[in-house]
């Protein structure tokens, strides 16, 4: 019987850039930033369309990661 070869190693997870995932956690916890009324954009108050980019920001964010951090498979 051959001996199998054991599968290779892989690499650590942790990367420089899995630290910019951060801002898109820790800024909309700042409630301070969006808990008021005005300004207003298009007729929305600051507290709607500032979740509008928390949503941006955080799929921006995930798609930096992703790409600098996946493997050449």
């Known amino acids: 019987m051959p001996a199998?070869?054991?599968p290779p190693k892989r690499g650590s997870d942790r990367s420089p850039w899995n630290l910019m995932l951060l801002p898109a956690?820790?800024?909309?916890?700042?409630?301070f930033l969006y808990n008021r009324d005005e300004p207003?954009?298009?007729g929305f108050p600051a507290f709607y369309w500032m979740?509008?980019?928390?949503?941006?920001?955080?799929?921006a964010c995930?798609?930096?990661?992703?790409?600098m951090?996946?493997?050449?498979?």
């Open 4 to 6: 199998q070869s054991p």
């Open 25 to 31: 956690i820790i800024i909309p916890l700042l409630t």
């Open 40 to 42: 207003r954009l298009f």
């Open 51 to 59: 979740q509008l980019a928390f949503i941006l920001l955080g799929v």
């Open 62 to 67: 995930t798609t930096i990661v992703y790409r």
């Open 69 to 73: 951090t996946r493997r050449g498979d």
